[in-house]
């Protein structure tokens, strides 16, 4: 099946410093890619949508200064959250699909911790 | 704006019972994709069960069934024969049938086993 791997898994950095998530698909081309965040107890917020090649949208009230996606190949997304602070630690989940696929498959998330 | 209510946020159940999760949702379009998703305390989001609106018929995953009223808006999920696997967060959602867009979310509910 479908499988979408996270990597790292944890992070825990230090206020100010620069984190990268990397969302691949493993054995399935992702035209399209999407980054949600999770806090305790609450639903999935989606934060953006990533297209191969093209600038991420991102969802109202989500800052793309801070937030920074890009997603520069059919396997692959980054996600970068610029100059972390505690309010940024959270669960970041991201998920991937294919044209005409209606169905998006889900990686494992990565549980971010800015002391 | 497409919308996704659960208005269950807490449900348990005794072991080898039957319990249902219900969902609403709200939409002006004909044609769409509804799922239930499992989120057990690995946070790997799992796909339960997916339903098109197109099909009559309810789908049906082994202990997983779905009760879909395309004219109620509504798309509850029945779990028989409940197993303590099954304790987890499900979380009911809805996709246009588009292409590659963004999945629309209820909030959750919680499901307890009661051995």
């Known amino acids: 099946g479908a499988v979408v791997s996270q990597h790292p898994s944890r992070v825990i950095c230090k206020s100010g410093t620069s984190v990268k998530i990397e969302c691949r698909s493993l054995d399935f081309q992702a035209t399209t890619m999407f980054w949600y965040r999770q806090f305790p107890k609450q639903s999935l917020m989606l934060m953006a949508t990533s297209n191969e090649g093209s600038k991420a949208t991102y969802e109202q009230g989500v800052e793309k200064d801070k937030f920074l996606i890009n997603h520069a190949s059919l396997t692959l997304s980054t996600l970068t959250v610029t100059s972390a602070h505690p309010e940024d630690s959270s669960f970041y989940i991201c998920?991937?699909?294919?044209?005409?696929?209606?169905?998006?498959?889900f990686g494992p998330g990565t549980r971010l911790t800015v002391l | 704006a497409q919308t996704v209510t659960q208005s269950q946020p807490e449900m348990s159940v005794q072991e080898a019972e039957t319990v249902t999760l219900s969902c609403t949702y709200d939409t002006s379009e004909s044609d769409y994709y509804l799922f239930w998703y499992k989120q057990p305390p690995s946070r790997q989001m799992i796909l339960v069960i997916r339903q098109e609106a197109y099909k009559q018929q309810n789908a049906t995953e082994n202990r997983f069934s779905v009760n879909f009223q395309k004219a109620a808006k509504s798309f509850s999920l029945k779990i028989s024969d409940s197993q303590l696997g099954d304790a987890a967060m499900y979380f009911c959602?809805?996709?246009?049938?588009?292409?590659?867009?963004?999945?629309?979310f209820g909030t959750g509910t919680r499901l307890t086993i009661i051995p």
């Open positions: 998920s991937a699909t294919d044209w005409g696929v209606n169905e998006q498959f």
């Open positions: 959602a809805y996709v246009t049938n588009f292409g590659n867009e963004k999945l629309t």
